[in-house]
């Protein structure tokens, strides 16, 4: 059976909006496709064990991972371990940096946790870091320019070669998501293979 795993970004959770209407959508049209979103640690190389348990014993041609903000970084590097696609949502590259300004205490958006995250966790990232994809023929990524906190040429960049999914305005919540979701599963199914660049 297909599968899709979702990771959501920093301080978000498994009922994030996106994470929603992708359940939604799957529950109403593609039954058929097993859907799992983890509530991931905000320790790092726990939420990295979180995802490597949910992808256990799927074959990576059944296998699609969907990562929005700081999910995406986590999705590359699982993607590369494990040989998978991945769809990368205003994906976060270098998160070591841009999550600098967040140490100290911190409150999860959905669920209240609150909790520390410390220059262990940024070192943590930063250990985490793939330099560079291998085949971009398993990677489609989707931005908006507007995204107001990430730079989303740096996605473009990151992901060269890929097929990319760019959208002129919106912001970091990806608000035309649910447009793009028959593309994800095109993707998810096998479609996009030879693509290379923007669609």
Do not use: W
Not at 24 to 53: C, G, K, R, V, W
Not at 67 to 81: Q, T
Not at 124 to 129: A, S, V
């Amino acid at each position: 059976m297909p599968k899709i795993v979702y990771a959501h970004g920093f301080k978000s959770a498994s009922r994030s909006r996106k994470a929603s209407q992708l359940r939604d959508y799957l529950l109403a049209h593609n039954a058929d496709i097993d859907f799992s979103a983890p509530d991931l640690s905000f320790e790092p190389d726990i939420a990295i064990t979180q995802l490597m348990q949910c992808c256990a014993n799927i074959p990576a041609d059944d296998l699609t991972l969907v990562g929005s903000s700081l999910g995406g970084f986590y999705v590359l590097v699982i993607a590369e371990r494990l040989g998978c696609r991945a769809v990368l949502l205003n994906p976060s590259i270098r998160p070591f940096d841009t999550l600098a300004q967040y140490l100290g205490l911190q409150t999860n958006l959905y669920t209240g946790e609150v909790f520390e995250f410390t220059t262990k966790h940024i070192k943590t990232l930063r250990d985490l870091l793939v330099t560079q994809i291998t085949h971009p023929q398993r990677y489609l990524l989707i931005v908006e320019t507007g995204d107001e906190v990430l730079e989303y040429r740096a996605a473009v960049e990151c992901y060269a070669g890929a097929a990319q999914i760019v959208i002129a305005g919106g912001n970091h919540e990806l608000t035309s998501f649910p447009a793009h979701i028959p593309a994800l599963l095109t993707f998810a199914q096998g479609g996009f293979s030879t693509t290379r660049g923007r669609i």
